[in-house]
Structure formats: C-alpha cells, structure tokens
C-alpha cells in the first residue's frame, strides 16, 4: 500500500481500484496524510490562502436533501442582501486585507446574471478575485459573470453516483451538473469542485469516481466536506459523515492535482474541533472565513453548528504548524513556493 502512495506522489496517477484500496484501509492514513502534505508543501509552499465569504441569500429554489436551505425547509427566516450591503462587505474584506471575496447563496433567480454582474463590477473597482457559488445557470448566464470580472467558480459535483445524485437532488440531473462545469472551465473561470463524503449509501467506489472526475475536469479548486446532518431535512435520522474519510479523500485529491487549492472546509472543523488542522496537514492550502453580518449567519445554515474562523487565533495555530497567511490572492500555478 506504502508503494502505491509513493507512485501517486511522483506520477500524480491512481486506477480506481488502487484509490478504493486506500480508502479502505485505514493503517495507511498517517502515511497517506504525511505525503499529500509533502506534496502540498512541494507545489504550494507554507503560505494558506484566505478567501473571505459572503453568505449574501439563503433564497433557493433547489431542495437538495441534505441541505438546511432547501426550499422545502420553512423553519428558516429568508434573507437576501441588498447590493450596497454586498459592497460594504466587499469593502470591508478588503480594508482587512483579504485578496479573494466568495460570494455565495442559494439558487435564487433574484439576482439575474445582470444584476450579479454590477455588483461583481463594484467589487473589482478593488483589487480583489472574485469567486462565485452561486449553483447552476446557463452558458450564457456565466459568460456575463466571467465578463464582468469574476475570477473563479465553485460548484460541488457532490457525487459522481448517477443513482445517488438523482435521490439527492429532486429535479436535477448529473449530467446538466457536469455540463456547468465543462462551462464555466471554457470560460476560462479558475474551476472548484468537489464532494460530500458521507452521503446515504455512498461507497468507497464512488468516491474513487468522484475523485477521478476531479482530474479529467481538470478541477482547479476542490472542497471536500463530510456530511452534517440538519435536523429539518429529509436526512435528519441518518449520521454524520466521517471526517477521516473526508480527509482522506482530500489527500487523495492532492496527489492526483499536486498544485491546486483546496480548503479545510468549515463542515470539517464543525465535526472535530481539530478538523481544520488535520486537513491542513492533510494537503489543505486554504481557509475561508465568513464575513457575513453576524444577523444573517444563523439564518444561512446549510448544517447546524457552523464555526466560524477568529483570525488572530487562526494566526496563531498557523504559526504553531508553520505555516503562515499569505497576502496574495493565490491563483493556481502562482504559489510561492520560497
Ligand atoms: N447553491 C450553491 C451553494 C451551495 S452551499 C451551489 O449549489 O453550489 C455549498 C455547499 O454546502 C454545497 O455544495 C454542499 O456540498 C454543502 N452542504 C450542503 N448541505 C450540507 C450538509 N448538510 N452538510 C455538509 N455540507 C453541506
């Protein structure tokens, strides 16, 4: 098995059985952590990216089974932020030094690709990278996005399952799924993708698939999350995902995509409260702290118990793994490996 993993540290290569035997056994797990951190440490160097989130509607019209915002929910108080308000979030990340603003909500139509496309353009007035997660639209939709300025896209696959994403996800297709990403890759946004490990009937095969996906996409950017059961959710009887499966996915991502980002997801830390910090020794690079209005916070709760990042404890606990916070905006293939 340590054969295997030394492979994949050189040759950034995996079969599907291969990666299924990894994640099965679980006496490899250090050995496996050690190497993709190498290997983040060899492609990525110390520096951990911050990317500053703004949760800016929990409006959607999507009713994904796992997810607290799901239409269907209406224990849940509705928001949406205003463009001014967007924009002074956007300036205060930006007064804070952050070099990358997330803007992320439910699939609500309000904001019409045109209307998304101002505010992305008073946001660039700074010199700042814009990612958007804002689900699925059409060509043409994330061609008016990407003209506008924004720099990258994050849209999870979840599962490469075909059976297990139509069970999930009422009224939508994995195919149309994989099709936005195909777009938005030509559009020439930097591509984030990824998983939720833990699903219902998920396997280690599907997992291996999901992470295969990863490479023929090309995927820039992968956030891997375990799940977290939301108790007003069709879910609510079934566990919690295990976060050293999650992990290992993870790891597993950084040898087959040596140089891209990947986060230590929020739903890691939310289940361990050392969560954050295996990942980061596990082949994470990135952190993304929510900068919403603390009002809104509890209404965006995709799970329950959602952390939240303090940065100055953060600098420290960087510190302690040496590690540190880099001021740049950290695109892939840009790192400062020094
Ligand atoms: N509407 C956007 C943003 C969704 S929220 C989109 O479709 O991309 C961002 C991510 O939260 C989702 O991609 C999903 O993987 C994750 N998520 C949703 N519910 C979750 C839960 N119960 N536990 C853990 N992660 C969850």
């Known amino acids: 098995m340590q054969k295997l993993i030394d492979k994949a540290k050189i040759e950034h290569t995996l079969s599907k059985s291969e990666i299924v035997e990894i994640l099965k056994d679980n006496s490899i797990n250090d050995y496996l952590f050690k190497n993709a951190d190498e290997v983040r440490k060899n492609y990525t160097g110390n520096e951990v990216y911050l990317r500053a989130l703004i949760e800016f509607s929990n409006i959607c019209h999507c009713d994904c089974k796992y997810c607290g915002i799901r239409r269907d929910n209406k224990n849940i108080s509705r928001y949406r932020l205003e463009k001014k308000e967007i924009l002074q979030l956007a300036n205060y990340a930006v007064q804070s030094g952050y070099k990358t603003i997330v803007l992320q909500s439910g699939e609500d139509i309000f904001f019409t690709a045109e209307y998304l496309a101002e505010i992305i353009k008073g946001i660039k007035q700074n010199d700042i990278a814009v990612t958007l997660s804002i689900g699925e639209r059409t060509f043409d939709e994330y061609k008016i996005l990407k003209e506008a300025g924004a720099d990258r896209f994050l849209l999870r696959i979840e599962t490469t399952d075909e059976n297990l994403y139509a069970q999930m996800h009422p009224q939508m297709s994995l195919e149309n799924r994989k099709q936005c990403l195909f777009n938005l890759k030509q559009l020439g946004y930097e591509t984030g993708t990824g998983s939720l490990v833990g699903l219902p009937g998920q396997t280690p095969e599907s997992l291996a698939d999901d992470i295969l996906f990863y ?50 997801t929020t739903a890691m830390e939310t289940l361990h409260p050392q969560g954050r910090i295996l990942a980061l020794q596990a082949g994470a690079n990135v952190i993304m702290p929510n900068i919403t209005f603390e009002q809104y916070k509890k209404s965006y709760e995709i799970y329950p118990n959602k952390v939240s990042v303090n940065y100055e404890s953060l600098k420290t606990e960087l510190a302690k793994i040496g590690r540190s916070i880099s001021c740049k905006k950290g695109f892939r293939g840009n790192h400062d490996r020094t």
């Open 215 to 264: 490479k023929k996409l090309n995927a820039d950017m992968i956030g891997i999350g375990p799940l977290i059961v939301h108790p007003e959710t069709p879910l609510k009887d079934e566990k919690n995902g295990d976060l050293i499966l999650a992990i290992k996915v993870l790891a597993l991502t950084r040898l087959l995509l040596p140089d891209i980002n990947i986060p230590a």
